[in-house]
């Protein structure tokens, strides 16, 4: 089983960095629905003000490969363009568990 784990921070202002990342979560979370290569699926908004990554996603897959068809997914495409024009950084970790 992989762990694909991905963080993203958003440029903008704070409301329109916490629009954004609200948005993005609640298209990523219908996601599992979806694409049967996703396992499971969660979100997290950063609430802690002292930090400045927004979100993070946690997806699980049983293979790499389902990562990548996930990542290639209709749905999934969709999804990312929500946060097209507000995306400063973002970083991946995929590793086995």
Same mark, same amino acid.
Request: charged share 25%; proline share 4%; with cysteine.
């Given at each position: &089983?992989?762990?694909?784990?991905?963080?993203?921070?958003?440029? @903008?202002? +704070?409301?329109?960095?916490?629009?954004?990342?609200?948005?993005?979560?609640?298209? =990523? &979370? /219908?996601? *599992?629905?979806? $694409?049967?290569? =996703? $396992?499971? &699926?969660?979100? @997290?908004?950063?609430?802690? *003000?002292?930090?400045?990554?927004?979100?993070? =996603? #946690?997806?699980? /897959?049983?293979?790499? +490969? +389902?990562?990548?068809? !996930?990542?290639?997914? *209709?749905?999934?495409?969709?999804?990312?363009?929500? $946060?097209? *024009? !507000?995306?400063?950084?973002?970083?991946?970790?995929? !590793? #086995?568990?």
């Amino acid at each position: &089983m992989v762990k694909h784990v991905v963080t993203f921070k958003f440029k @903008g202002s +704070d409301s329109e960095r916490k629009e954004c990342a609200r948005k993005f979560a609640d298209a =990523l &979370m /219908a996601l *599992p629905a979806q $694409i049967e290569e =996703l $396992i499971s &699926m969660e979100v @997290g908004i950063n609430e802690n *003000p002292a930090e400045t990554w927004d979100l993070v =996603l #946690t997806a699980t /897959a049983a293979t790499l +490969d +389902d990562v990548a068809k !996930y990542s290639a997914h *209709p749905a999934h495409v969709a999804a990312v363009q929500i $946060i097209a *024009p !507000y995306k400063e950084s973002r970083a991946c970790v995929d !590793y #086995t568990v």
